[in-house]
């Protein structure tokens, strides 16, 4: 066997399992790996949005005015209709997941909040080419539709039809040329995936595969064929027969787009049984099916099914007006490929992007060939019950539909509980704490001293001379750090204090070439230890007012989003500040160092805002009478690893980040100067970027 003769199929395989297997034995990321990756899927994407246009002008040009109309109002209905059967199935699909405690670390998802969607804009192009340009996809099929319906009437229009039917093949066999690419640029995705992707993912991916597996095959074998057997002359058994031959090619190809030609000519040689239905089902076919392939239709709409497995694999709660806003806000950008949606969809919940690997090697492990066999049901059903409907030889079995209306989604939830009932039998444990208590340093250490009271001779007189006098005097800076100040400041596992700010300074101590000294304290300690020259600095704390008038701050070295951290199943009472401020019956809690006096009374003046002195307390059985906790993104992200039944939730309109600075003795200008200008180098060069990529948004170290 040569290696042309190997299936296109088989070759992606392989380098999707190669790609796994380099990149679990090889855990770093590899920057052509990664670029190549990207490559590939962009070159996936650049015939996509040509080919959904180009699809629609000829599919509907090709249309008389008069059996357009008609068939307009049927398939509207059909595909309404099936849409809403297939989305009820994927989104009662969440019942077999089962009741994992989930987190993860700080991203930009987490910070990003997600505007009204404006449905006007969103479809109708006043500028087409702007919508080509952004890939406004709804935009770019409410034009294309329109443009197919103005060329229905065009005198010569088969001339314009043949040469856009010959763009469209064209478009087709570019698409043909970059999937010849596909075993390097898959291999190169799996690669980048299993560096990504840690073991507890895994688990996950076995939930995921098993519930898109059900869903499919339920769908495709059962409800779809079961419909049309219902509702129109065809049988059950002819309608398996006919879409049978086409399921197995797209799967084992795992591409829709080559079965098309095969699945018009089986629904032709179906309704060539019926003499009455002969002409409309072939029409019917030749146009609707290679539309189906532009809708959000058939195996598309299991990307929503991603959707929610990774909310609840992040840990987000999700509501029943979270299904409506992906129902209504998702489903219009799966116009496109899913690939194209995903990023926007995954927003939809703030899941991290991360994420976005896991659903590519979902897709190419296994999805993205299951999502075929749904689209061939769907292409073949839509066909045959319209064309019926064109006909008037709709029916209605009822002893049928009563029988399957009952049988069918009590087997489904009866599945799906047995499904839920496995999986809690499979050893998942939870991993997010483990993952961020072992963390250590990145960059080189420096001599360490870890005190947990301050400890201030009797004698001591505050000493006048500036901090880098006294660092230089003493050969050791002396840094206080705030206590339950995650992920800034914090004891690992082996008890090692570690964290964001802590590394930072042990940078400084390792330029100014001294050892450095930590004393765990209490905020209030801050003001007059570094006042009487006892401390020389602290751990960073938010630019606000309140913090301004006690310390001296160097310049920021980080930001923070404002957000809420709340319990998972009270995310939506949090999503918009109106409701947050305006909610008398809200409590909120606001650690001590946030705590900025004037703007929350001038915020909360119907709901109370409580001042407490640490995170923690939030946490206690004994507080939780307080609602959400008002906090840095970042800071409330590390919590969630700690306690995953809890959220981080931005308010709508997202406001200006706060920034976090070193508080440093009053009026010691020397020092404030050096700080100024020792944070501006540590920013240029990236060592606050890399150490930020770290401690807060949980990054492997990249050397």
């Not at 089902?281 to 497995?309: H, Q, R």
């Not at 360490?448 to 006048?464: D, Q, R, V």
């Not at 606000?544 to 199943?569: H, L």
Request: aromatic share 12%.
């Amino acid at each position: 066997m040569t290696l042309k003769s190997i299936p296109l199929s088989v070759k992606i395989l392989a380098g999707l399992f190669l790609g796994i297997a380099i990149g679990l034995v090889w855990q770093e990321q590899v920057q052509l790996v990664d670029k190549l990756a990207q490559a590939f899927l962009l070159l996936l994407q650049m015939t996509a949005l040509p080919y959904i246009a180009l699809s629609l002008i000829v599919g509907i040009g090709g249309l008389s005015p008069t059996k357009a109309k008609r068939a307009l109002y049927y398939s509207t209905i059909a595909i309404v209709s099936l849409i809403a059967i297939v989305l009820l199935f994927i989104f009662i699909s969440p019942i077999a997941f089962p009741d994992w405690e989930n987190a993860d670390f700080y991203s930009v998802n987490t910070i990003k909040t997600n505007e009204e969607i404006d449905l006007v804009d969103l479809f109708i192009p006043a500028n087409p080419f702007s919508a080509f340009a952004y890939a406004v996809i709804p935009s770019i099929v409410l034009f294309s539709f329109f443009i197919g319906i103005g060329l229905m009437t065009v005198r010569y229009k088969r001339r314009a039809i043949l040469v856009l039917g010959s763009l469209l093949q064209s478009v087709a066999n570019i698409n043909g040329i970059v999937m010849s690419l596909a075993p390097i640029g898959v291999f190169c995705i799996g690669w980048r995936a299993a560096v990504t992707i840690d073991s507890s993912q895994i688990d996950g991916l076995v939930v995921y595969f098993a519930s898109a597996i059900f869903i499919v095959l339920i769908l495709s074998l059962v409800v779809l064929p079961v419909l049309v057997a219902i509702i129109t002359p065809y049988r059950y058994r002819d309608v398996i027969k006919t879409s049978r031959s086409a399921m197995i090619t797209a799967f084992a190809t795992g591409s829709f787009l080559v079965v098309i030609p095969l699945i018009v000519e089986k629904i032709k040689h179906l309704s060539a049984k019926n003499s009455n239905m002969h002409d409309d089902s072939e029409t019917v076919a030749e146009i609707l099916v290679p539309i189906t392939f532009s809708l959000p239709v058939g195996g598309k709409l299991l990307a929503l099914l991603f959707v929610l497995f990774a909310a609840w694999f992040s840990g987000a709660h999700v509501s029943v007006g979270d299904y409506f806003n992906l129902a209504f806000a998702g489903l219009p950008q799966l116009f496109g490929t899913s690939t194209i949606a995903m990023p926007f969809l995954l927003e939809l919940f703030n899941v991290p992007s991360s994420m976005f690997d896991m659903f590519i090697i979902s897709e190419n492990l296994l999805v993205g060939r299951l999502s075929t066999i749904l689209s061939v049901s769907f292409a073949v059903a839509l066909p045959l019950i319209i064309a019926s409907a064109l006909q008037h030889q709709l029916t209605l079995k009822w002893r049928h539909l009563i029988r399957n209306i009952i049988i069918i989604p009590a087997l489904t939830i009866a599945i799906l509980f047995v499904l839920r009932f496995s999986f809690d039998a499979i050893s998942h444990q939870y991993q997010g704490y483990e993952k961020f208590i072992n963390r250590d340093f990145i960059l080189a250490p420096v001599k360490t001293k870890t005190i947990t009271e301050p400890k201030i001779p009797t004698s001591y007189n505050k000493e006048h001379r500036s901090a880098l006098e006294r660092i230089k005097h003493r050969g050791t800076l002396r840094v206080g750090y705030f206590r339950d100040d995650l992920p800034y400041s914090f004891h690992n596992k082996q008890g090692k204090l570690v964290g964001f700010d802590i590394e930072i300074l042990n940078q400084l101590a390792i330029d100014l070439g001294v050892s450095i000294e930590f004393v765990r304290i209490f905020h209030d300690q801050a003001a007059p230890l570094l006042a009487n020259g006892y401390l020389d600095i602290t751990s960073g704390i938010p630019v606000i007012p309140d913090n301004m008038t006690k310390y001296t701050m160097t310049i920021p070295y980080s930001k923070q989003t404002v957000a809420f951290i709340v319990k998972d199943i009270r995310r939506n009472e949090f999503l918009e500040w109106s409701k947050v401020t305006n909610n008398e019956k809200l409590t909120i809690g606001i650690p001590e160092t946030f705590f900025y006096k004037t703007a929350v009374t001038r915020a909360f003046q119907k709901g109370k805002a409580w001042e407490i002195s640490t995170p923690r307390l939030f946490f206690k059985e004994e507080y939780q009478h307080i609602d959400g906790m008002l906090f840095g993104a970042a800071a409330a992200s590390a919590w969630t690893l700690l306690y995953p039944d809890y959220t981080v939730v931005v308010p709508r309109p997202a406001l200006e980040p706060l920034s976090m600075a070193f508080p440093i003795a009053k009026n010691d200008q020397e020092f404030e100067l050096f700080m100024r200008n020792w944070i501006t180098m540590k920013q240029q060069s990236g060592t606050i970027d890399k150490l930020f990529n770290y401690w807060i948004a949980g990054k492997n170290d990249e050397n």
